[in-house]
């Protein structure tokens, strides 16, 4: 059952789209289609929604996370404000939907919530994902008034204890401050937005905290509560972060004993159609699970996005993507409805 806040989020995301946007949508719809029924690469329009990442810099060290474990072959940096806005000006009439986030704390940008303001300023959806410790009140404030739609909050336990083993350097009483500081805001400024998420990234250590976290969120008035499943880079051989309860877990064990996704990898994928990720230094990548920007199409620094969206590159892609999907490499520990609301 759909919440008031639920429903004014859907609204609000809704109140976005235009005639442009919504027959953009519907380009990039029928090419995807067509593209799966013909085995051939086609595609009208430019991405209904992107994520640009403001930053690779993190303070915390979560295991399976690359900036946690600093292990990122590509470089460390700040988004460069006019690359962001040079991008946008070109995409905002088409763009429906903006994430601020890929690897990195995007608070950590020291004009991240500028970046918020202009893209809201365009009627674009933003949304981010935050370790949420550094809502302080000042902070907290100035994302109410930046107009930022949603706040994913990462919240993977309900005790410290719990907390620490996978959001490593972490402070739970931080994250429940932090939660508090944006909920209060809200309230002060009369906002209905941003619609804040917990997300509760489901991993053995943790998942008997499901129902605490969800109770949680409800005393504190939190919007919704999202349980999400872990990637784990090296599952073959099992893991001690592997959930026991199948639900949340993206593999499955083998008569092998091994451990193999669920997914059965059918060669398509909507989000090589909609969507896209753009690094802070403006490298294109197809999607989040390229972490470390191995599948470059281009750069928004040196090229406009739309050559980019349609160039060469970008249709080799999508064509073996159609072709054999378990040719790509980071296909291969993918899955798809990796999130459970409540």
């Keep these: 059952m759909k919440t008031p806040a639920t429903i004014s989020d859907t609204l609000n995301l809704l109140s976005k789209l235009t005639l442009s946007r919504t027959w953009n949508g519907l380009q990039v719809l029928g090419s995807y289609y067509l593209s799966r029924i013909t085995r051939k690469a086609i595609h009208k329009g430019l991405p209904v929604s992107i994520a640009f990442e403001p930053t690779t810099s993190c303070n915390l060290r979560c295991p399976e996370c690359p900036s946690g474990l600093r292990s990122f072959t590509r470089p460390t940096g700040m988004l460069s404000g006019d690359l962001f806005k040079k991008t946008i000006d070109e995409l905002h009439k088409k763009l429906l939907y903006l994430t601020f986030y890929f690897q990195g704390e995007p608070y950590l940008h020291p004009q991240f919530l500028e970046l918020v303001q202009y893209a809201a300023s365009k009627k674009i959806y933003t949304s981010t994902s935050t370790n949420a410790h550094y809502l ?7 994302t109410v008034e930046s107009g930022l739609d949603r706040l994913i909050i990462s919240i993977d336990g309900t005790t410290q204890e719990t907390y620490q ?77 592997i959930p026991s309860i199948d639900k949340y877990s993206r593999y ?6 091994t451990y193999q996704v669920k997914n059965g990898l059918g060669n398509h994928c909507w989000k090589m159609w909609h969507s896209c990720v753009i690094t802070w230094d403006g490298l294109v990548v197809p999607c989040c699970f390229d972490k470390d920007a191995h599948h470059r199409m281009g750069d928004v620094s040196k090229q406009s996005f739309s050559n980019l969206w349609a160039g060469k590159s970008y249709s080799q892609f999508r064509q073996l993507l159609l072709q054999s999907r378990s040719k790509i490499e980071m296909c291969k520990n993918c899955t798809e409805g990796t999130q459970v609301w409540s």
Excluded: C, M
Aim: aromatic residues 6%; proline residues 3%.
């Design 252 to 257: 499955r064990q083998t008569t092998s004993g």
């Design 136 to 142: 302080t009140d000042a902070n907290a404030r100035k």
């Design 165 to 241: 083993q996978y959001r490593v350097g972490g402070k739970l009483d931080k994250v429940i401050e932090g939660a508090k500081n944006v909920i209060r805001w809200k309230q002060q400024l009369g906002s209905k937005t941003p619609f804040i998420v917990f997300q509760f990234l489901v991993v053995k250590p943790n998942e008997h905290q499901i129902a605490d976290v969800q109770k949680l969120a409800s005393e504190l008035g939190v919007d919704a509560v999202g349980l999400k499943t872990a990637q784990i880079y090296d599952h073959e051989q099992g893991s001690p972060l």
